[in-house]
């Protein structure tokens, strides 16, 4: 029987694990309960606890392709289009219900590129990875478990190659071959949701050739495994989550979080090796994560639907409503936000079956959906902060409105419509802050344009893929040219 | 005492849904408290399924439904037909 958890029970699993992290330079003996990082914990809860929802479990969860039995479909491979486009869809509602980044959706890239990638260097190899890979797949699904998926370098001088490096360790590699694993050193960057992961899936971050061989391996681990440690990134206003009080928060129930993780050498036992030096795979496993990767970006959807939401109540509390201008700003926040949704949902329609049996997205239009991500972002929050106005960044603090001596100032003076509390305007302009500009815009914002890849590489893989020899004959066929010319 | 129809619940993911999905089957269930009760879709109980989408796209995964009745609803108007429906046919049956 599967033990697909409820958000207590993940919580409790994450309490047993023996993390190494730091933060502000100093160990966090309990990372669950550490106020900074605890709505990102709550994030993920909430994709164990949607999967209990019967509103929701039609697309929280689906049937495993090894065991048949019902499972949280961040465990899943996809075994058809409408699998792709359930993903899509989970991820817009979760974006939606959460306004942040929910973490999950990175190991579940990354299991279904390696369910293709290890079968394919099976085929050319006579190797035993997709066995192996799936066996561990297998154990994930059985346990629910969330896994990190880890694929970016430091990568040191940009202009060199991996074996290159003034430090080796500037691309994760191995140091030792052992009769039982490797014993393998390096870091990963910018990792989300690393401490309330379960287990972390480490892939190559760039193509690579022969000289670079070392450097081309992929596995999986405990989170806890020895020699991995955890520093976790700054966030631009995550100290206020150790004020008093909750309403500078913006959004007091979920969040995020990225860390840097360091893997001081540490031993992979050979069963949890997926590649090990077919430096030819690299590049494959690289662009199959990066394109299902970009089509998680829906999620980005979600949270415009709750920015969308807090503007337009913004604009009614502020009794700018019925303006022209506002409602049609609000009109193209909507516009942009739904064109997000429509590249991550064709991607996964126009979707196609692999020799493995995984079902892949569209390329091209999982890159041209990420590209639309990398600015569409952007401008719905230019608009949000239009409508809400300056008073969003000069607004004082929830202590002065609870103040006894200029509470009854703030109370006065940030009132607009006279039938909305001044407590509840505040509450909304915060909420806005914290997408646009605060803690959530590490994940709206700044993700958006370097997740899954800054906005060049998909710029170069759209390059590649479109047909232009085919349009341009079409071209010259209309107007009279011949082809040759 | 009547007995209660046993309907098997089914929802869709609930993506996009355009209408308080909840709310309209609470609604339903009060109204038709006395003629109806909602169980789990796979319960082997379940006379029929209702099909609750939030949006037309009806996207929610039937296949294991296969072999039962199924009624659809994708909005608040059809809910309410529906309720209006269930209450003529099950009270006709009383």
Known sequence: MVKLMNAKQ???????L????????????????EPIIRPSMNAVAATYEFAHKPEYEDLMTAKSHITGKKINRFTHIHQSTEDLVKKTKMGRLLGSLTGCCFQRCVGMDAMNALSMTTYDIDQKYGTEY???????LEYVQENDLTCDGAMTDPKGDRSKAPHQQFDPDMFMHVVEER???IVIRGAKCHQTGAVNSHEIIVMPTISMREEDKDYAISFALPSDAEGIIYIIGRQSCDTRKLGKGMIDRGNQIYGGH???????NVFVPWERVFMYKEWDFAGQLVEQFASYHRQSYACKAGVGDVLIGATQCVAEYNGANKASHVKDKIIEMNHLNETLFCGSVACAAEGHRESSGTYYVNTLLANVCKQNVTRFPYEIARLAQDIAGGIMVTLPSEEDLRSPEVGKWVEKYFKANPDVPTETRMRMLRLIENITMGTAAVGYLTESMHGAGSPQAQRIMIARQVNMDE?????????GVSEDD | MTKKKKIGLKYCGGCRAQYNRVAVVKQAQQTLKDLVEFISPESEEAECILVVSGCKTACADIT????????FI?????????????????????
């Open chain 1, 258 to 264: 990225e860390a840097l993780v360091v893997f001081d």
């Open chain 1, 18 to 33: 023996k993390l190494n992290v730091y933060m502000f330079g100093k160990k966090v003996e309990n990372p669950v309960d």
């Open chain 2, 74 to 94: 994708a909005g608040e108007e059809d809910a309410q037909v529906w309720v209006e429906e269930m209450q003529q046919t099950l009270s006709e049956g009383t």
């Open chain 1, 130 to 136: 997709n066995k192996r890979f799936l066996k561990y």
């Open chain 2, 64 to 71: 294991p439904f296969a072999k039962r009745p199924i009624c």
């Open chain 1, 179 to 181: 009769p039982d694993g």
């Open chain 1, 10 to 16: 993940y919580e409790a699993s994450l309490r047993k």
């Open chain 1, 471 to 479: 349009k341009k004959r079409v071209a010259k066929k209309l107007c």
